[in-house]
């Protein structure tokens, strides 16, 4: 009876996980197969280099179409931490080894992507105003508060509530 328990147990236990796991997991959200990532990127990359206007327009024309769906996506780009471990690691390891390991800190970079996301939805983007001025006043990360200051400054009208 015993073994009988204790795969009943693993079983419930795996259906556990599982469920929470579902339920916690946001995908990314796709555009005419490229992900909200890559497109804040485009954006992000073009929309304020001369001659790359119209590559930006399609990129934000395409956050656009993703919707406000891809909001809280992006803002936990902006909310994005650096690991711990990986910190540490970098203290004990030689710098030689820390791009081979992928232990760089590529924080400041996402933050932007997301950050790019959300300037291309303008003033159509009002839900996320409260949530980047929590980011601004209480982010552990400097380049965070920036950065969350930063997105405000491009969403327009949007960001009045920002304002004091």
Known sequence: MKPVLVLAVTILAVGIVVFIWKAAYRPEPVHNGKTLTQWAEQYGSNNWRAGGREV???????????????????????????????????????PSWHAR???????????????????????????????LIQIASSHSNDDARYIAAFTIRTMGSAAEPAIP
């Open 56 to 94: 930006a327009t399609e990129a934000q024309f395409a956050i656009q179409q993703i919707g406000t769906n891809g909001v809280p996506f992006l803002l936990d780009l902006i909310r994005t931490k650096e690991s711990p471990t990986k910190k540490k690691l970098r203290t004990l390891l030689p």
């Open 101 to 131: 390991l992928r232990l760089n800190d590529k924080g400041d970079e996402i933050r932007r992507i997301g950050a790019h996301g959300l300037a291309a939805f303008g003033t159509n983007a009002p839900a996320a105003v409260p949530y």
